[in-house]
């Protein structure tokens, strides 16, 4: 079966730190991922996707970036975070025919 | 470009339908879909429909999608408290990468 994994669960940073967040799926190959934010009283806002290594699209420019180093693994990443960057990520695989499933979050406070 | 709209909140008692609507913009979207987000956990995906498509069901869900309108709703029938949650819309875009444009989210309050 195929599992969405992110790390960690919540983070606590201050305002001008760095970030990395993690997601991993399993089970799969090739899979085209997705990063997406949810800020409070918020709808889903789509960040980046990446249909393969190296290869990354953003859809809003930003205070972020991601890589995506192996198959498996999307990354997301700050150098020094705001304020605005407090939210919910959430990292997402495509499956089948359009249709993607989404892993647990990472709950992100920045003070 | 893009947009989904969602109304922000229903409340509905134990036991009674719920209809949870919503209204898109992009007439060439592929899919349409209806996720759920309990506290504090990632989105679920409830059901999808094919946008050739008008009608679906899935168990106690029924999803009706009127094309001409742009409008797609998900009736939830005989509601339960675990029911209670927060539901997305989101469409498909033809961007060819699947990317998918949310609504805002509606929240459910199932009271006993």
């Known amino acids: 079966s195929q599992t969405i994994h992110q790390w960690p669960a919540t983070l606590v940073q201050p305002v001008g730190s760095p970030l990395s967040l993690e997601c991993t799926v399993e089970?799969?190959?090739?899979?085209?991922l997705y990063w997406y934010r949810q800020a409070a009283g918020r709808g889903l806002q789509l960040l980046f996707y990446?249909?393969?290594?190296?290869?990354i699209s953003s859809e809003v420019p930003q205070n972020l970036s991601a890589s995506r180093p192996q198959d498996r693994q999307f990354i997301l990443s700050s150098k020094k975070l705001l304020l605005s960057d407090s939210g919910f990520y959430l990292c997402a695989q495509r499956r089948g025919s359009d249709t993607q499933y989404f892993g647990p979050g990472t709950r992100l406070t920045v003070l | 470009g893009e947009d989904v709209e969602q109304s922000l909140f229903l409340s509905v008692r134990e036991g009674d339908s719920s209809v949870i609507n919503c209204t898109y913009t992009?007439?060439?979207?592929?899919?349409l879909y209806w996720y759920k987000q309990e506290p504090g956990a990632g989105l679920q995906l409830l059901t999808y429909i094919f946008s050739n498509m008008d009608m679906k069901q899935d168990q106690r869900l029924t999803v009706l999608l009127n094309k001409k309108d742009k409008h797609l709703s998900l009736r939830i029938a005989d509601t339960q408290t675990g029911d209670s949650a927060i539901y997305f819309c989101?469409?498909?875009?033809?961007?060819?990468?699947?990317?998918?444009?949310f609504g805002k989210g509606t929240m459910l309050l199932v009271s006993p």
């Open positions: 989101a469409e498909s875009s033809d961007s060819g990468y699947s990317t998918l444009t």
């Open positions: 990446s249909v393969g290594i190296g290869q």
């Open positions: 089970g799969t190959s090739n899979p085209n």
């Open positions: 992009d007439s060439s979207s592929t899919y």
